[in-house]
């Protein structure tokens, strides 16, 4: 019974890695997540977080880290996208170097958690001294957005993503580079509203000039330093 119980776990766990979408969401210099061991840690948190919950009619508690009705819907829930989380220091943002080249890589790891293909919530993934572990689940509004922007962005040719926040501003934007062309940025929704950057500011499809980005984000970097 116990090998097949490890042999049911192996055979979702591989179901879950097949079914990850190829969106080159890897960073510009990251290194690939798919089928990693980042990859693998999320897919098996996700197994294990999901068995908790999953007995159909059992009720979710308050605050429920995922976007969905019931339990019973994570037995559907697979690993979908995953990107590695990179910060730019607000220090950054009054020199002359560019966006892109400022934003460091934080070793954290987020994958989206998909139910019959639509996001629900991310993962959260680190390195943990017991090895690479899904520290958090959360953030579904956070994790459609993404979606959304890397469905759109991803349908160009020669196009990666990159996902990067300036915590000291709050704010998250993605960032999408062509080919050797100067790199573009996406903000998300609630760095929309942040900013207030709805309308004129946000033109391309919705994509923002590298010097543009960085003065709305140097003007809420400072204010929130100032409270």
């Given at each position: 019974?116990k090998?097949?119980?490890?042999?049911?776990?192996?055979m979702l766990?591989?179901?879950?890695?097949a079914?990850?979408q190829?969106?080159?969401?890897?960073?510009?210099t990251g290194a690939?997540s798919r089928?990693?061991e980042?990859q693998?840690?999320?897919a098996?948190?996700?197994?294990?977080?999901?068995?908790?919950?999953?007995?159909?009619?059992?009720?979710?508690?308050p605050?429920?880290?995922?976007?969905?009705?019931d339990?019973?819907?994570l037995?559907?829930?697979?690993?979908?996208?995953?990107f590695?989380?990179?910060?730019v220091?607000?220090?950054?943002?009054?020199?002359?170097?560019?966006?892109?080249?400022?934003a460091?890589p934080?070793?954290?790891w987020?994958?989206?958690v998909l139910v019959?293909?639509?996001?629900?919530?991310?993962a959260?993934?680190?390195?943990?001294?017991?090895?690479?572990?899904v520290v958090?689940?959360?953030g579904?509004?956070?994790?459609?957005?993404?979606?959304d922007?890397?469905m759109?962005q991803?349908?160009r040719a020669g196009?990666?993503l990159?996902?990067?926040?300036?915590?000291?501003?709050?704010?998250?934007?993605?960032?999408?580079?062509?080919?050797?062309?100067?790199?573009?940025?996406?903000?998300?929704?609630?760095?929309?509203?942040l900013?207030q950057m709805q309308?004129?500011?946000?033109v391309?499809?919705?994509?923002?000039?590298?010097?543009t980005?960085?003065a709305h984000?140097?003007?809420?970097a400072a204010?929130?330093?100032s409270?």
């Amino acid at each position: 019974m116990k090998r097949l119980r490890c042999l049911m776990l192996s055979m979702l766990l591989a179901s879950q890695l097949a079914s990850a979408q190829q969106v080159d969401f890897t960073g510009i210099t990251g290194a690939a997540s798919r089928g990693s061991e980042m990859q693998v840690a999320a897919a098996r948190g996700l197994v294990a977080f999901a068995k908790t919950f999953e007995s159909a009619g059992q009720g979710l508690p308050p605050g429920f880290p995922l976007s969905v009705r019931d339990g019973s819907a994570l037995r559907h829930a697979k690993i979908g996208l995953g990107f590695q989380v990179y910060d730019v220091d607000a220090s950054a943002l009054t020199g002359k170097a560019a966006l892109e080249d400022v934003a460091l890589p934080t070793g954290i790891w987020r994958y989206e958690v998909l139910v019959q293909g639509y996001p629900v919530g991310l993962a959260t993934v680190a390195k943990t001294a017991q090895g690479w572990q899904v520290v958090s689940f959360g953030g579904a509004g956070l994790a459609r957005d993404i979606h959304d922007v890397a469905m759109h962005q991803a349908q160009r040719a020669g196009t990666t993503l990159r996902y990067i926040r300036v915590p000291q501003a709050t704010a998250d934007f993605i960032q999408v580079q062509q080919g050797t062309a100067p790199a573009r940025f996406a903000p998300l929704q609630a760095t929309r509203s942040l900013l207030q950057m709805q309308g004129a500011a946000l033109v391309n499809g919705g994509l923002l000039e590298g010097n543009t980005l960085r003065a709305h984000l140097a003007r809420a970097a400072a204010t929130h330093a100032s409270r």
